[in-house]
């Protein structure tokens, strides 16, 4: 089946640092892509989305690149902070009429003093 | 905080005991979501509700049984759950469950299965 998927399992960065965390994704259909952040023991909150007909989108220290090209999405965090240190999901929704979410495996991010 | 609660944090239940996890929200959402997460792993989605009328079953077991009693609130009644069951359950809602809106999510029910 279709699947969402990171390449990278932990990344270590230092703080103050950029990170880039990427994610690759295979149904060429899905419209609407969304960054979680979800730290030890609480749900996933959300970051920053993106719709399909946008490439690039910017947040507080945060931005959002997409690829329908090549099918990738990154997320670009600035000036790393320790409370940054979580794992990083990808999602994308797949266009069922409903908002059937797809979540890549994680990327655990590491950000060290 | 989160704007979407979940009861009880913690749940430790026997193959046979029966069960229900809650969740609320009073965002004024009518889409809600719930889904599994097992430890390191992604979280799965299990069934979407849109106005108050279940739309998504993803070929969940029927030991777990969905509601929906208005639209602000979630159950998901447990009853002979297998140890492999035991995760952590996540709710989540949206403003409409047909458009390109952002799920907030609870921070989710443990539940281990003895």
């Known amino acids: 089946g279709e699947s969402v998927g990171l390449h990278l399992p932990t990344l270590s960065v230092q703080e103050g640092d950029n990170s880039i965390i990427n994610c690759a994704y295979s149904?060429?259909?899905?419209?609407?892509f969304i960054w979680y952040k979800q730290e030890s023991g609480k749900g996933p909150q959300f970051i920053i989305d993106?719709?399909?007909?946008?490439d690039k989108r910017q947040g507080q220290r945060v931005t959002v690149l997409l690829n329908k090209t090549v099918k990738h999405l990154s997320l670009q965090i600035a000036a790393t902070q320790p409370g940054d240190s979580a794992v990083y999901f990808c999602?994308?929704?797949?266009?069922?009429?409903?908002?059937?979410?797809?979540f890549g495996t994680g990327t655990r991010l590491l950000v060290s003093p | 905080d989160t704007e979407v609660t979940q009861t009880p944090k913690h749940l430790v239940m026997g193959m046979t005991n029966k069960k229900s996890l809650k969740c609320e929200q009073h965002?004024?959402?009518?889409?809600m979501y719930w889904y599994k997460q097992k430890a390191k792993k992604p979280p799965e989605l299990m069934f979407v509700?849109?106005?108050?009328?279940?739309?998504i079953n993803e070929s969940v077991p029927s030991r777990f049984s969905p509601e929906c009693p208005n639209s602000s609130l979630l159950n998901l009644h447990l009853h002979a759950l297998q140890p492999e069951d035991s995760a952590l359950y996540l709710c989540?809602?949206?403003?409409?469950?047909?458009?390109?809106?952002?799920?907030?999510f609870g921070d989710g029910t443990r539940l281990s299965i003895l």
């Open positions: 989540a809602s949206s403003p409409t469950a047909g458009v390109n809106q952002p799920q907030h």
């Open positions: 149904n060429s259909a899905s419209d609407y």
């Open positions: 993106i719709r399909s007909n946008m």
């Open positions: 999602a994308e929704k797949e266009d069922t009429g409903f908002q059937k979410l797809v």
């Open positions: 965002m004024g959402h009518r889409a």
């Open positions: 509700y849109s106005y108050e009328k279940l739309s």
